[in-house]
DNA sequence: TCTTTCTTTCAAATATTTTTGAAACTTCGA
DNA sequence: TCGAAGTTTCAAAAATATTTGAAAGAAAGA
């Protein structure tokens, strides 16, 4: 297979493995060409080789940064900002689960928090099966939140050979 | 806090929740109410407290079922159907991540596999951002699917208890 | 077989999200 | 301060995704 094809087909792919995870396929795919190009880019690069507008380009562009999986890069005797994603994939995973938790995780479990105790008697079976199910999510939430913090916080060798070894 | 008032809450937030993850909002409204309803409920019963149309409670309560979330209970003496959602959110969520490993990693990893090999000079830049990137995602790919096999397969308190006692 | 009750389907309508592109804004050197 | 080069914004347009509801289909009892 051809470079130019490869790539092509890694930017679509990557796009709409993005859309399913909550990422807009643009985002994703301006990802993907930074993932997979040797220099930094700049905007008009990204919007020439994506076939994008400027605005759609500037967004998400800036959307990327936010998330902390692009950076700005200025070059030397050049006016134009250029862009470039982090290659480790364990960084920019580790990136993603960062921002998703404080994101969504958190917001969740102060929600739950609020919602565990609510008005009635005890043994009614609709007030039992949802303060159940209230507790049984905040329960599996704050576990999550732990081991994902603890995953962050892991080094990359370190975590994986050790969670092999524990389920070989 | 009423129940009635919490329940809706609960429902319109899991909504919100499950649009981030590329399940829809209307489906993941199902499902919440389902968590929280002591007893199975009919479809009608499902299109009156979300106020959607019999459409959209069929077709979501397929995908439901078709995900292995929420079961079809025969009532004796009852002509309709039933459903009931497993409470257990630890199954729940070894569930959602079977479906998904399976539908969206699988078929990353098996296109990362083609990609890995692209015409040219292994020496050239371009050539070789691309395939260290390939090769890069792919590693993370198998170790991730590797790693959540293990979770699906591990029980709950021996899956936690251990990594929590790695991670101290 | 016929009727009733319930379920499924799907084309059209609605709602939501994304994209465009032109104008406003910013930065910087002359 | 001015003008050129680049960036950001955002209302309107386009593209996508979801929802509706009526019609067709299935199942079961009389």
Redesign the pocket.
Same mark, same amino acid.
């Given at each position: 297979m051809k470079l130019a094809e490869a790539k092509q087909q890694f930017i679509a792919s990557w796009g709409a493995f993005g @859309?399913h995870w909550g990422i +807009?396929?643009?985002m994703a795919q301006i990802h993907a060409l930074l993932l997979v190009s040797a220099d930094p880019l @700049?905007?008009?690069e990204i919007m020439e080789q994506l076939? /994008? @507008?400027?605005? +759609?380009a500037?967004?998400? /562009?800036?959307e990327l940064i936010n998330w902390g999986l692009v950076d700005r890069i200025l070059m030397q005797g050049e006016?134009?900002?250029f862009f470039t994603a982090d290659k480790d994939i364990w960084r920019v995973a580790k990136q993603i689960v960062k921002e998703r938790k404080k994101r969504e995780l958190e917001p969740m479990i102060k929600l739950l928090d609020q919602l565990t105790d609510v008005e009635g008697d005890k043994k009614d079976k609709d007030v039992k099966a949802f303060t159940d199910t209230m507790q049984n999510i905040k329960k599996f939430g704050l576990q999550a939140d732990k081991t994902l913090d603890m995953m962050i916080k892991a080094e990359e060798n370190w975590f994986l050979t050790n969670l092999m070894k524990l389920f070989k």
């Open positions: @859309s +807009n396929r643009t @700049s905007a008009d076939e /994008i @507008s400027r605005g +759609n500037n967004m998400n /562009i800036r006016r134009r900002e």
